[in-house]
């Protein structure tokens, strides 16, 4: 499920002066990113900051007109989300792509499925299916065979991200995962992101709620219209700044701070 | 693995904070029963029972609706039909051969309706293939052997439906329009190659010749009863070996897997369907002389039947159907070719309209200008929705097709024992039809409802 031989020190990902724009819109503006293995990357900001651009951006939908995208230290450039998949790049967005009226097992196999003899091969599938569900505890679930349309929202969550690690993933991308959860769904979802840490990938969630993104973080990067303004480790942070950084792209308005975001940048 | 699948109140409970955690078996299993295939859940057939009613009451439909349908059907005609005929060995082989260019054609459209569109146009696509191959069998026009008349036949009603299916994914036109499009044009294309040879526009099969003949085989030839019944103990010994060693290895390595005694069920079903067919078509059902014997359409459908089950259900390209039909978006994401797969269900649904076509055209022992293709059409959609496939998209099955097709020739025969004719015989598969789509429309209603409460 993971690789977990890392280059020592690397980060898993690293951006570089990435820019986007699309027409006269400046999307994302030299955006430095680092993302280290076996940390959980949190990506906010407000309404239009840029992070859909550069989640789409770094699963190969989107190409960015400048700047450098290296992964485990080598220049890559991912032209389509299956470019991305072979890297080890795997995206959940926050529709899910769930076919409700496919079961669990296909859900996780879509588009992968493995054969025998020109025919599908269910008992293989389902017993590798069964076994990352088993190995993200994601146990309660009645039946693997159940169609997706009859779970519950955190189920379906928990469903789209064991189908997203079951490819020897490295990086996975979950947009706004608990947006619609209640709050029992949210925590099972957030204890399933801290296991995907556990076992060593590198999770880049996109979030608004600043609830979750304390509980589970480890890093936190903000985007402000672009720009990425400020990019630490989630204790040097608290929820105060963070919102300023969100909302004026600037934190510390007593002055204290000044020149702190610089200065966060360069240490992973 | 076994927590997966065991009922919630026997299964270990999980760690606090791990997996769905807060979330009790009670929450979720008054709800969840609903729209769980029952042998999921169920370790014994008593479970499976209990499941099944509790289904079978919330309105999920599934085959059982349309099996209680032939059940009244078969009920309520054999008591009313003067005589009590209705269930008369005869009269049951007839029965099957009037339905059977309706289930061929429910199967057909089922292609498009997993997609959530619609083809419009077999009923008349459907005699063009036939009239293709007659013209080209009968010995005054082509003289072609049958076998390369209904070759091209169908080659040409698959090219019909690839073009229909290419205009609708390649150009993004709706299914709707350009399926009655190709209806329209197909009815037109009919009476031109009616016209064609020395027939007066009726070609009949009823000419001399062997590859005439054939043709006409297709519906009205027999099979030896010795031969029937040792091809038929073969058939059900053969699929029942299958599903047995299937479930039993699946059980053995703790994949979800139907308790022994509901494959034996499953087992005994299909043998006793299949006892019971070729024990009525064993029955002498001339007047005068001696008819009797498995007609050739029972396998012809049993063929195409077992070959979209395996299609739809056992390759990849049955799951990417089922898969757009489902959540086009996901499919895409996913990788799947989807205006491929749905240029080529278009082209698998006008092929089978051709097999459909022959057997209409077998069973008139030629064709005219006398086909009623609008109302065959409206049939076949009818034949497949009776059968419980959804006119949503990613719900349904080939049998569905062979059980509608049943509810609609039973209603036809039945009607037509009453001496009622032909516009109550509209009007009652007209509330059928009512009633079935409400089956699907309220049980897609308590699905969704039953997830968002979830969320």
């Given at each position: 499920m993971s690789d977990t031989t890392t280059t020592a020190g690397q980060p898993l990902l690293q951006l570089r002066g990435v820019s986007k724009h699309f027409g006269p819109v400046?999307?994302?503006?030299?955006i430095d990113l680092d993302v280290p293995h076996g940390q959980i990357t949190a990506l906010c900001g407000d309404n239009g900051a840029g992070k859909s651009v550069l989640v789409r951006t770094i699963s190969g939908i989107h190409q960015p007109d400048r700047g450098q995208m290296l992964w485990e230290g080598h220049p890559v450039h991912i032209h389509s989300p299956r470019e991305a998949s072979r890297l080890g790049i795997e995206t959940v967005y926050q529709?899910?792509?769930?076919?409700?009226?496919?079961d669990i097992v296909q859900n996780m196999f879509l588009g992968r499925e493995r054969l025998r003899r020109g025919l599908l091969d269910e008992d293989d599938m389902e017993r590798t299916a069964a076994q990352t569900l088993s190995d993200l505890r994601v146990?309660?679930?009645?039946?693997?065979?159940?169609?997706?349309?009859?779970?519950?929202g955190g189920q379906r969550q928990s469903v789209a991200v064991a189908k997203a690690v079951?490819?020897?993933?490295?990086l996975v991308i979950l947009d706004?995962?608990?947006?619609?959860?209640?709050v029992v769904q949210t925590g099972m979802v957030l204890a399933l992101i801290r296991r995907l840490r556990d076992s060593g990938l590198a999770v880049i969630v996109i979030s608004h709620n600043l609830n979750d993104v304390f509980a589970i973080a480890d890093r936190i990067a903000v985007l402000y219209l672009g720009h990425m303004v400020v990019q630490a480790?989630?204790?040097?942070?608290d929820r105060q700044r963070v919102v300023e950084y969100m909302t004026t792209?600037?934190?510390?308005r007593n002055g204290?701070?000044?020149?702190?975001a610089p200065a966060e940048r360069s240490q992973p | 693995m076994t927590e997966l699948r065991n009922d919630p109140a026997t299964a270990p409970r999980v760690e606090p904070?791990?997996?769905?955690?807060?979330?009790?078996?009670q929450d979720i299993s008054a709800e969840a029963v609903l729209d769980i295939p029952p042998e999921l859940v169920a370790q014994s057939l008593g479970d499976y029972l209990r499941a099944w009613l509790v289904r079978l009451r919330s309105g999920e439909s599934g085959v059982l609706p349309v099996i209680a349908g032939l059940v009244v059907i078969s009920v309520v005609f054999e008591l009313i039909s003067p005589g009590r005929v209705f269930l008369s060995a005869d009269n049951l082989v007839n029965l099957l051969q009037q339905s059977a260019f309706y289930m061929v054609l429910g199967m057909a459209e089922i292609f498009v309706l997993l997609l959530g569109e619609i083809d419009l146009s077999i009923g008349f696509v459907a005699p063009v293939g036939a009239i293709i191959t007659i013209q080209l069998v009968e010995p005054q026009t082509a003289n072609w052997p049958w076998y390369l008349g209904i070759a091209v036949g169908l080659l040409a009603c698959a090219l019909w439906g690839a073009a229909q299916g290419t205009l609708i994914?390649?150009?993004?036109?709706?299914s709707f329009i350009v399926t009655l499009a190709g209806l329209l044009v197909a009815n037109g294309v009919l009476l031109f190659i009616l016209?064609?040879?020395?027939?007066?526009?009726y070609p009949s099969?009823?000419?001399?010749?062997d590859n005439l003949r054939m043709l006409h085989n297709l519906m009205n030839g027999t099979i030896d009863a010795a031969v029937s019944w040792v091809a038929m103990g073969l058939l059900v010994a053969g699929v029942g070996l299958g599903l047995w060693l299937r479930d039993s290895r699946r059980r053995a390595s703790g994949l979800v897997a139907p308790p022994a005694s509901l494959t034996l069920l499953k087992i005994a079903l299909i043998a006793a369907v299949g006892i019971a067919l070729v024990g009525i078509c064993s029955?002498?059902?001339?007047?005068f002389g001696n008819v009797s014997g498995v007609p050739w359409f029972i396998p012809i459908i049993l063929v195409v039947l077992g070959a979209w089950m395996i299609l739809l259900q056992r390759t990849r390209f049955g799951r990417y159907v089922y898969a757009i039909g489902g959540n086009p978006e996901a499919a895409r994401r996913a990788g799947i070719p989807v205006a491929r797969i749905r240029t080529w269900a278009f082209t698998l649904c006008s092929l089978t309209a051709g097999i459909g076509g022959l057997l209409y055209a077998s069973r008139l022992d030629g064709l005219s200008n006398n086909v009623n293709g609008g109302q065959d059409t409206l049939y076949a959609v009818a034949a497949a929705v009776i059968g419980g496939?959804?006119?949503?998209?990613?719900r349904g099955k080939a049998i569905h097709g062979v059980l509608g097709g049943l509810v609609i020739g039973g209603i036809y025969n039945g009607m037509f024992l009453l001496g009622l004719d032909v516009k109550w015989e509209f009007i009652v598969t007209g509330f059928v039809l009512l009633v079935s789509v409400s089956i699907d429309s309220l049980s897609r209603r308590g699905a969704s409802g039953g997830s968002v409460a979830h969320v």
């Amino acid at each position: 499920m993971s690789d977990t031989t890392t280059t020592a020190g690397q980060p898993l990902l690293q951006l570089r002066g990435v820019s986007k724009h699309f027409g006269p819109v400046q999307a994302l503006t030299d955006i430095d990113l680092d993302v280290p293995h076996g940390q959980i990357t949190a990506l906010c900001g407000d309404n239009g900051a840029g992070k859909s651009v550069l989640v789409r951006t770094i699963s190969g939908i989107h190409q960015p007109d400048r700047g450098q995208m290296l992964w485990e230290g080598h220049p890559v450039h991912i032209h389509s989300p299956r470019e991305a998949s072979r890297l080890g790049i795997e995206t959940v967005y926050q529709d899910l792509a769930l076919a409700d009226n496919l079961d669990i097992v296909q859900n996780m196999f879509l588009g992968r499925e493995r054969l025998r003899r020109g025919l599908l091969d269910e008992d293989d599938m389902e017993r590798t299916a069964a076994q990352t569900l088993s190995d993200l505890r994601v146990t309660t679930v009645r039946s693997i065979r159940q169609p997706v349309g009859s779970l519950s929202g955190g189920q379906r969550q928990s469903v789209a991200v064991a189908k997203a690690v079951m490819w020897h993933s490295k990086l996975v991308i979950l947009d706004e995962p608990t947006a619609a959860l209640g709050v029992v769904q949210t925590g099972m979802v957030l204890a399933l992101i801290r296991r995907l840490r556990d076992s060593g990938l590198a999770v880049i969630v996109i979030s608004h709620n600043l609830n979750d993104v304390f509980a589970i973080a480890d890093r936190i990067a903000v985007l402000y219209l672009g720009h990425m303004v400020v990019q630490a480790s989630v204790s040097d942070l608290d929820r105060q700044r963070v919102v300023e950084y969100m909302t004026t792209g600037t934190a510390g308005r007593n002055g204290q701070e000044a020149g702190l975001a610089p200065a966060e940048r360069s240490q992973p | 693995m076994t927590e997966l699948r065991n009922d919630p109140a026997t299964a270990p409970r999980v760690e606090p904070g791990a997996g769905i955690a807060g979330e009790t078996p009670q929450d979720i299993s008054a709800e969840a029963v609903l729209d769980i295939p029952p042998e999921l859940v169920a370790q014994s057939l008593g479970d499976y029972l209990r499941a099944w009613l509790v289904r079978l009451r919330s309105g999920e439909s599934g085959v059982l609706p349309v099996i209680a349908g032939l059940v009244v059907i078969s009920v309520v005609f054999e008591l009313i039909s003067p005589g009590r005929v209705f269930l008369s060995a005869d009269n049951l082989v007839n029965l099957l051969q009037q339905s059977a260019f309706y289930m061929v054609l429910g199967m057909a459209e089922i292609f498009v309706l997993l997609l959530g569109e619609i083809d419009l146009s077999i009923g008349f696509v459907a005699p063009v293939g036939a009239i293709i191959t007659i013209q080209l069998v009968e010995p005054q026009t082509a003289n072609w052997p049958w076998y390369l008349g209904i070759a091209v036949g169908l080659l040409a009603c698959a090219l019909w439906g690839a073009a229909q299916g290419t205009l609708i994914t390649r150009f993004r036109l709706p299914s709707f329009i350009v399926t009655l499009a190709g209806l329209l044009v197909a009815n037109g294309v009919l009476l031109f190659i009616l016209l064609i040879g020395p027939f007066s526009g009726y070609p009949s099969l009823n000419g001399p010749g062997d590859n005439l003949r054939m043709l006409h085989n297709l519906m009205n030839g027999t099979i030896d009863a010795a031969v029937s019944w040792v091809a038929m103990g073969l058939l059900v010994a053969g699929v029942g070996l299958g599903l047995w060693l299937r479930d039993s290895r699946r059980r053995a390595s703790g994949l979800v897997a139907p308790p022994a005694s509901l494959t034996l069920l499953k087992i005994a079903l299909i043998a006793a369907v299949g006892i019971a067919l070729v024990g009525i078509c064993s029955v002498n059902r001339a007047a005068f002389g001696n008819v009797s014997g498995v007609p050739w359409f029972i396998p012809i459908i049993l063929v195409v039947l077992g070959a979209w089950m395996i299609l739809l259900q056992r390759t990849r390209f049955g799951r990417y159907v089922y898969a757009i039909g489902g959540n086009p978006e996901a499919a895409r994401r996913a990788g799947i070719p989807v205006a491929r797969i749905r240029t080529w269900a278009f082209t698998l649904c006008s092929l089978t309209a051709g097999i459909g076509g022959l057997l209409y055209a077998s069973r008139l022992d030629g064709l005219s200008n006398n086909v009623n293709g609008g109302q065959d059409t409206l049939y076949a959609v009818a034949a497949a929705v009776i059968g419980g496939t959804s006119l949503f998209g990613g719900r349904g099955k080939a049998i569905h097709g062979v059980l509608g097709g049943l509810v609609i020739g039973g209603i036809y025969n039945g009607m037509f024992l009453l001496g009622l004719d032909v516009k109550w015989e509209f009007i009652v598969t007209g509330f059928v039809l009512l009633v079935s789509v409400s089956i699907d429309s309220l049980s897609r209603r308590g699905a969704s409802g039953g997830s968002v409460a979830h969320v």
